[in-house]
């Protein structure tokens, strides 16, 4: 049973920082990809960035422009997503998800992800 619980979310302002955790159970994160994804209140789910599952490559999305980072702790199994210089636009609820037959041009398609967590809500104020 594959299991993806995200953590770390919260209320901060303009300019601050976030580290937010997918602890990952049942596969393992170097078999399966992990991406995150987020949903602003009446907007479509977008992809954040994902972390390869064969290669450990990290791809983003276009609006990440370095801010974000993505890594992962393969003894704890869990995947990060590191938050610099958080914008108002950065408000959602952020997402991990996971599949281990993903192919690369899906990527970004939530709809392709088999396994999400529940969610974290990050709130970005000024």
């Known amino acids: 049973q594959v299991h993806l619980v995200e953590s770390g979310g919260g209320a901060v302002q303009v300019g601050d920082s976030l580290r937010l955790s997918c602890a990952v159970s049942g596969v393992t994160s170097r078999t399966t990809t992990v991406a995150w994804f987020r949903q602003a209140p009446g907007k479509e789910r977008d992809f954040v960035g994902a972390?390869?599952?064969?290669?450990?490559?990290?791809y983003y999305g276009d609006f990440v422009k370095g801010r974000f980072t993505i890594s992962r702790d393969n003894d704890k199994n869990t995947v990060y997503l590191q938050m610099n210089n958080l914008k108002l636009e950065d408000t959602a609820v952020y997402y991990c998800?996971?599949?281990?037959?993903?192919?690369?041009?899906?990527?970004?398609?939530?709809?392709?992800?088999?396994?999400w967590g529940q969610g974290t809500q990050v709130t970005v104020s000024s």
């Open positions: 972390l390869w599952r064969s290669t450990g490559k990290i």
């Open positions: 998800a996971a599949d281990a037959h993903l192919i690369m041009s899906t990527m970004t398609t939530p709809r392709q992800y088999d396994y």
